[in-house]
């Protein structure tokens, strides 16, 4: 079983404190301020990109992980023991493949009533089918259904919230799992005008994650859990240029994505901080390991067929699946995220692989930066600035994708 969530307190990853240590000394703004939002002031002059040294911190971070994650790893059970979840309601995203498989099946398995929320409901058809085959005949039947979502379509979140809402029933447990790294592949851009690993890794997953308050504010306590990546650590996002098509840095794969799963903890850890406690809905990134799932796909082939020759290293999607789990499940999480917000600190609750505390990265911490991620994140999934508040208030939000009304 996992250990005992204790807050580190200490810096990110390797860092040299909040707001980077690479960060320009300049003249200040003020963002964020007006109806219920905090004022917070910002760097002008801003940085640019990771400084090499935060660079080769968070790619020694990434090596790191290869090789010593099954080490750090080791005091896990396999798979990790889940609480009964009877009455527990969970939407997990791209649960037809990898993670979102295991993470589906292990939480129906104990008892959770799973929505699959996935693009091709024919597959998470046959797996149920599949997982019902699997069990004793004397027993219950699994409780899972299947709802059709595609992240590249912002429309398609926002009916899929609609859908949701209607019923009126509470949500305990979002999983934001579904993802894509197109590795090697050229930029490429969704019918909403993102770049797609933007738009399916974080756009789309927050913007699932808001219009689903009301049902999730019913459930109260409830989580939002986002299966998150080390990869994050390499990642620099500037909010004027979310796209990567400024010009002012070359658009890769990896960037692409590493950028993507930044986002979603600077945006998630304004999403912690405004959140009030009361409210009762956490927060929290979850990071499963470098786990060998169809998420590198578009690898040649040949280094595809290397990762049969590594197995040690790599973990299996069972293995991958841990973190979320712990995030979704364990009793400790809730108070770990109050003690995070009773001592203001700036980013929200982060799991790592081994069920412990993540430390995220610098930049991860850098406050300003983020409080832009998450305005820039409300406007280009076509929500107002006070969404959130509004939503927690009860009162109804228009939104710009599927002519959504949230109540
Ligand atoms: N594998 C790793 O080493 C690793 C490491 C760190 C983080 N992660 C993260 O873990 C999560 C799960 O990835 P995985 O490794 O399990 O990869 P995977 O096997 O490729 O599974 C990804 C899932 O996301 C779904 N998906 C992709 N695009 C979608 C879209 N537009 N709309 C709806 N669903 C979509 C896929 O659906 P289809 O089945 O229809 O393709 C699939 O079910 C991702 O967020 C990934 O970034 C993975």
């Not at 098509?245 to 993507?260: A, P, Q």
């Not at 300003?368 to 939000?397: C, F, N, Q, R, Y």
Request: net charge negative; proline share 6%.
């Amino acid at each position: 079983m996992a250990g005992e969530l204790r807050h580190r307190g200490g810096e990110a990853a390797g860092s040299g404190g909040e707001g980077g240590a690479d960060a320009p000394a300049a003249a200040k703004a003020k963002v964020g301020g007006g109806e219920g939002k905090e004022e917070v002031e910002v760097e002008e002059g801003r940085k640019e990109a990771l400084g090499w040294l935060e660079w080769s911190r968070g790619w020694m971070g990434v090596v790191g992980e290869f090789f010593f994650q099954r080490i750090a790893a080791s005091h896990l059970a396999n798979p990790l023991e889940l609480p009964p979840l009877d009455g527990v309601s969970v939407v997990v995203t791209g649960a037809t493949s990898g993670i979102g498989l295991e993470i589906a099946r292990q939480l129906a398995q104990a008892g959770a009533h799973v929505v699959m929320a996935v693009r091709r409901p024919k597959v998470a058809h046959d797996l149920i089918q599949k997982w019902q085959n699997e069990k004793p005949e004397c027993s219950m039947p699994l409780n899972v259904e299947v709802m059709e979502l595609d992240l590249i379509s912002l429309d398609s979140v926002a009916k899929f919230a609609d859908a949701w809402n209607a019923r009126m029933a509470p949500l305990h447990v979002l999983i934001n799992n579904a993802g894509i790294f197109s590795i090697g592949e050229p930029q490429r851009f969704s019918k909403d005008g993102y770049e797609e690993h933007m738009q399916v890794n974080h756009l789309a997953p927050a913007l699932l994650a808001m219009l689903l308050l009301p049902s999730l504010l019913r459930g109260s306590p409830s989580r939002i859990v986002n299966v998150n990546s080390v990869m994050h650590t390499i990642g620099f996002v500037d909010a004027e240029d979310m796209n990567i098509t400024s010009g002012k840095h070359k658009y890769r794969s990896w960037l692409g994505y590493s950028n993507s799963k930044l986002a979603q903890v600077k945006f998630s850890s304004i999403f912690h901080k405004r959140m009030p406690a009361e409210a009762g809905v956490n927060i929290v990134c979850a990071s499963p390991g470098i786990v060998h799932t169809n998420v590198a796909r578009d690898l040649p082939k040949i280094i595809l067929a290397a990762y049969h020759f590594i197995p040690y290293f790599i973990f299996d999607p069972q293995e991958g699946s841990r973190s979320t789990l712990f995030a979704a499940s364990d009793p400790q999480v809730p108070e770990y995220c109050e003690t995070l917000k009773s001592e203001d600190w700036p980013v929200c609750a982060c799991i790592n692989y081994d069920c412990n505390p993540m430390n995220a990265s610098e930049e991860a911490h850098n406050l300003e930066t983020s409080h832009l991620v998450w305005e820039k994140t409300l406007e280009m999934i076509g929500l107002p600035p006070d969404a959130l508040e509004k939503l927690i208030a009860g009162e109804p939000v228009q939104c710009r994708y599927g002519q959504h009304k949230a109540e």
